[in-house]
């Protein structure tokens, strides 16, 4: 039903920025709380960030002042910014949208590395 698609993703070094990108289709996009989620090699995926309707936005400890959620209704888009960036914010990170149940992106990796 509902189609979400990452981009954005690549190799950067600790203290560059990145602006991910989710695209959704097959649903109504301003009616979902959109979240992002990481998962680095050998661990769970973790909570990043999150933004309601009414752009209401949540961040875990280990981003916030360093990451910014947005979305564009319009667009269909939800964005997660991400400024000075450490070797430990590498990993997968996937987009998520609620609805009456929950849809996943397939993800986009983040590398930080010099």
């Known amino acids: 039903q509902v189609q979400l698609v990452e981009s954005g993703g690549g190799l950067v070094q600790p203290g560059g920025s990145l602006r991910l990108s989710c695209t959704a289709s097959?649903?109504?996009?301003?009616?979902?709380?959109m979240v992002w989620y990481r998962q680095a090699p050998g661990n769970q995926r973790d909570f990043v960030a999150q933004?309601?309707?009414?752009?209401?936005?949540v961040y875990t400890n280990a981003v916030k002042g360093r990451f910014t959620i947005s979305r564009d209704n319009a667009k269909n888009t939800v964005y997660l910014q991400m400024n000075s960036l450490k070797p430990e914010d590498t990993a997968v990170y996937y987009c998520s949208a609620f609805s009456r149940i929950q849809f996943w992106g397939k993800g986009t990796l983040v590398t930080v590395s010099s």
């Open positions: 933004i309601t309707t009414s752009e209401t936005t």
């Open positions: 097959g649903g109504t996009f301003s009616v979902y709380t």
